[in-house]
């Protein structure tokens, strides 16, 4: 294939392609085995039943928690908001603060900013200069009014891992309820919601090369017992927390999608972390004057977020339409807005401007990379020969 007419995917925090073997999965319930999982006096309708709560079974297991305490969604933005609305709802006015952090994803600060207008009152905390939440910083946030902590499990924008494991010890020492926005984690760090003390866990599937509009929210059944008031009514399915006709198809994706990250999570967890390594010493050999966002360890393994001195990120972006990358998550881009987790980082506007965002994902090779990395120095040494020539 020419360098003209090929093409390069390196967004896979925005979304991610459908495994075949997903999709082989999925097809039965679209045409065969095609009931409502409610109607279940019928075979048609228990035949999708059966399915549903193997999916759920699955799913449960992967993540170490109960059958019972697996609600499924249409996908991550959903289970964060019944997830906050939800809790908060449900138990208010007596415990009305809660806390989360500067760089959640609009799902999370959205539906915060709504409760904030019906008087629950928030604290926003900040993050070091690699994006991470200091446990010790919640710990002091706590008041006796606090109802949840909500800080998601990985950032989806510089990768960086949030110190869950301590949070939780922290959030259930005090009573505290613990969400945790799990999206980009599943399937790249292994989740255990007993051992991490998480209280209510988002998911999704289409990061998971699962299909989109599948997600899930666990939601404690103990130790406490999690009180949540349904945002969607009128059925009273998931055990009266989310009503809906089942997505059958999506939920199958989405069992299987995570079975299969899973299962490939050792192996390809290594291979990622190596290319990315790569390509970022490659931006260094062949591009220059290259900063990298976010924690340069403790990761997600196919994330790289990086600016170019003296290149804007949009004008990047424009010039190289056979490369797929972003300049922050899909949801701020969309809005047309600067990223507020780069902010939040400390950066300049200038260096918020100029940052870009890879994913990598299970078909991106060595040779891509190479691709992507001859393709992006080409253009910034252009960008900035230009601006020299300017000057």
Not at 248 to 265: F, N, Q, S, Y
């Amino acid at each position: 294939m020419s360098a003209q007419s090929r093409t390069l995917y390196l967004d896979y925090h925005a979304t991610t392609p459908v495994d075949s073997r997903v999709l082989e999965e999925m097809l039965p319930y679209f045409m065969q085995a095609w009931g409502n999982a409610a109607s279940k006096d019928h075979r048609y309708g228990a035949a999708a039943k059966t399915i549903v709560e193997e999916s759920r079974e699955e799913i449960a297991g992967l993540i170490g928690a109960r059958t019972a305490e697996i609600v499924f969604t249409s996908g991550a933005t959903e289970s964060n908001n019944l997830a906050l609305v939800g809790v908060a709802r449900a138990n208010a006015p007596e415990r009305g603060h809660i806390i989360t952090s500067a760089i959640e994803h609009p799902a999370v600060l959205d539906p915060l900013i709504e409760l904030g207008a019906e008087g629950l009152e928030v604290t926003v905390l900040p993050v070091d200069s690699v994006g991470r939440v200091a446990p010790e910083d919640v710990a002091n946030a706590i008041r006796p009014d606090t109802l949840l902590v909500s800080v998601m499990a990985a950032n989806n924008e510089v990768g960086t891992l949030e110190p869950l494991d301590e949070i939780g010890d922290i959030t259930r020492s005090a009573g505290v309820l613990l969400h945790t926005d799990a999206t980009q984690a599943l399937g790249y760090v292994d989740i255990d919601v007993r051992e991490l003390g998480v209280d209510l866990l988002s998911g999704s599937a289409h990061k998971l090369y699962g299909p989109k509009g599948a997600g899930f929210l666990f939601v404690s059944g103990r130790d406490p017992r999690v009180k949540l008031s349904p945002l969607l009514r009128g059925g009273d399915h998931e055990a009266g927390r989310r009503s809906g006709t089942l997505n059958v198809p999506g939920i199958v994706g989405l069992a299987a999608a995570m079975r299969w990250a899973a299962t490939l999570r050792d192996s390809e967890c290594s291979r990622l972390r190596e290319l990315t390594e790569y390509m970022f010493s490659q931006f260094e050999s062949e591009v220059g004057d290259v900063r990298r966002n976010g924690d340069a360890g403790d990761r997600l393994p196919n994330n790289l977020n990086v600016g170019f001195r003296g290149v804007r990120a949009k004008s990047l972006v424009v010039s190289l339409p056979d490369l797929a990358f972003s300049t922050g998550s899909a949801c701020s881009t969309a809005k047309a807005e600067p990223s507020h987790v780069l902010k939040a980082l400390g950066l300049s506007d200038e260096e918020v401007r100029e940052s870009v965002r890879f994913g990598l994902g299970r078909s991106t090779t060595r040779d891509d990379v190479d691709y992507a990395v001859n393709r992006i120095a080409q253009v910034v040494a252009r960008i900035r020969s230009a601006k020299r020539g300017v000057a």
